[in-house]
């Protein structure tokens, strides 16, 4: 696994918009965190361009992101927001350039498409906290401390309590995966990830809970689920149910579909989808503890 270079004082950052658009007041937190620690920002008019709900049309998108890509200049580039687009114009982009010089590309939620089709290519991708969730009374979170010292190339080290489903057991493997239903949604396309050895992380927001049993079932018929080294679960929140209830949680429904497999599982990690959105160096190993009380795991 290729790994970008971290940054150091004084590098650029680029913001980006590959799906819902953005105003240049709601970046402006984002902006102001970056400034104040010793880093440079870039962004131009083409950030800000609207069509319906996508942030431009799909040419003016990928052409911008194609440059940010292509530019030494740039160190790393922070996707503004998720929502819906990053697979309008994936297939867009030449990753050629890229490939050759890699960059930090971060984010999460529809960003999951960037970090499913750039594993792919053997690159490492950070998910974490975007400039949308970025807030001025907030800008020393742990969100965003986590977030700066792991584009710094600070070691990460996490320690969660153990959830009631629990598979304990040790793990060392690169970690790939994000949102569930985009994950889902890139089967059988050329960013349909290989969990094969991997850690799987997954984490989702506002599904309905016969939709998260659709979607394990699916990546459980597509062999997604039969050789993982271990799943990782963020935060599933705001599930919805039926007037005739589903009958489980959507922890339940995770892990059920992970019954016939005696790998570890870690649930409530917390990255996702909540103001508590911790960094997940994804294609890098990780190396994770379990035992029936605590878990610990480092990048």
């Not at 997954?202 to 062999?223: A, K, N, Q």
């Not at 892990?255 to 890098?284: D, R, S, W």
């Not at 379990?290 to 610990?296: G, K, L, V």
Request: aromatic share 10%; charged share 20%.
């Amino acid at each position: 696994m290729k790994i970008p270079p971290y940054l150091k004082p004084g590098d650029t950052v680029a913001i980006a918009a590959p799906a819902r658009k953005i105003s240049e007041e709601e970046i402006q937190p984002a902006v102001q965190l970056l400034r104040k620690e010793g880093f440079s920002v870039y962004y131009d008019e083409r950030l800000f361009a609207q069509c319906h709900q996508f942030a431009g049309d799909d040419e003016t998108r990928a052409g911008y992101i194609q440059e940010l890509l292509d530019n030494p200049s740039i160190k790393a580039v922070w996707f503004a927001r998720g929502g819906y687009g990053s697979a309008r114009i994936i297939d867009r982009l030449d990753f050629s350039t890229f490939q050759q010089n890699p960059k930090w590309l971060v984010g999460y939620s529809d960003v999951t498409v960037f970090h499913a089709h750039v594993h792919r290519l053997n690159i490492a991708t950070l998910h974490a906290t975007m400039p949308v969730n970025v807030l001025n009374e907030e800008l020393g979170s742990e969100a965003n401390r986590s977030l700066l010292d792991a584009l710094r190339g600070k070691s990460l080290r996490y320690e969660i309590p153990a959830h009631p489903l629990t598979r304990a057991g040790e793990f060392s493997a690169p970690v790939i995966g994000g949102n569930l239903s985009i994950l889902y949604s890139l089967m059988g396309t050329p960013s349909e990830p290989d969990t094969d050895g991997k850690v799987l992380f997954v984490e989702d927001l506002d599904e309905y809970l016969y939709h998260i049993d659709r979607m394990m079932t699916s990546l459980d018929r597509g062999g997604k689920l039969k050789h993982l080294a271990g799943l990782l679960v963020g935060h599933l929140s705001d599930m919805h149910d039926n007037t005739i209830p589903y009958g489980k949680t959507a922890e339940e429904i995770v892990f059920e579909h992970c019954q016939p497999y005696h790998y570890p599982i870690i649930f409530n990690f917390p990255a996702g989808h909540e103001t508590l959105n911790l960094p997940v160096k994804m294609g890098c190993t990780l190396n994770c503890h379990t035992t029936n009380q605590s878990i610990t795991i480092e990048f």
